[in-house]
């Protein structure tokens, strides 16, 4: 089994550790075939000072076309440097919102990237993936609002055109479930479908991400119920996914992922980079 991690954060990202050379050798040492780096591009205007960072030489920074093009330069390097025992491919994670998608187009114009994850993190500016925001954002929504908020959110991203994943696409269910309980299962219900379907049109895959793992979850992102849905509608996995933020966790529980893609016999299309 050719074994993948797509969805790598390098210390690039403001909230990972460990250089771009010692996820690599992690990588190599774990037997992985191809990885993407993708570390987190964040454009939304409202949340400037909160995420619009880079750290390139060790320092946190601006998140500009030239910072962006450093992490481009050292990936680059990697790539060349261990081609023959490693496939390396540069991508990155965007943060999905329908009111900054026109500065997300922008900045993916500038870069040819050849892995491009869209990743819902934030609704009405607060990033229900953080531990520290999620419960403002509860608070002050009922899991109603949550579902509806999620999964316009969800549906924009992918009618945007501008991906060719959805990273962690129940995301929502990291710290939620532990605020509104269990039926943060089941919101995805009457929602998910047509996303699904119009993924399919538009030939856009799923990502199968093991960090809820992690998280103590029990299960992927998404969950079972979600691939088969997914596998039902002939929705791709075409990426399978860490989101390793140390090099330690590279290649977490990927081949655990791959056997349950088989077991719901969904069509896997492994992605590759753009030539
Ligand atoms: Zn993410
Ligand atoms: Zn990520």
């Not at 579902?147 to 939620?176: E, M, N, P, R, W």
């Amino acid at each position: 089994m050719e074994l993948v991690d797509y969805h790598i954060h390098p210390d690039f990202s403001q909230d990972a550790t460990g250089s771009i050379f010692e996820f690599v050798k992690s990588a190599i040492d774990k037997g992985l075939s191809s990885i993407a780096f993708t570390t987190h591009i964040d454009l939304n205007p409202k949340r400037i000072a909160l995420d619009r960072f880079i750290r390139t030489n060790g320092r946190l920074s601006f998140l500009s076309e030239e910072s962006f093009q450093q992490y481009i330069d050292k990936v680059e390097e990697a790539r060349v440097r261990f081609s023959d025992r490693i496939d390396i491919m540069i991508g990155a994670e965007l943060s999905y919102g329908k009111s900054f998608e026109n500065e997300i187009a922008n900045f993916l114009s500038r870069f040819r990237l050849d892995l491009v994850i869209g990743s819902v993190h934030c609704l009405e500016n607060i990033a229900v993936t953080s531990s520290f925001e999620a419960p403002i954002y509860f608070a002050t929504h009922t899991l109603t609002e949550l579902a509806d908020g999620y999964f316009q959110a969800l549906y924009g991203l992918v009618d945007s055109g501008l991906f060719d994943t959805v990273g962690h696409i129940d995301g929502y269910k990291k710290y939620a479930t532990s605020y509104y309980g269990k039926s943060v299962s089941k919101i995805h219900k009457g929602h998910i479908e047509g996303i699904l379907s119009l993924m399919k049109e538009k030939g856009i895959g799923i990502e199968i991400n093991s960090s809820a793992y992690r998280r103590g979850l029990g299960e992927f992102y998404p969950s079972e119920d979600i691939l088969a849905l997914a596998g039902g509608l002939g929705v791709l996995v075409n990426s399978f996914g860490s989101d390793a933020h140390n090099p330690s966790d590279v290649g977490f529980m990927v081949k655990d992922a791959m056997r349950l893609a088989k077991k719901h016999k969904l069509n896997i299309k492994i992605h590759r980079r753009r030539i």
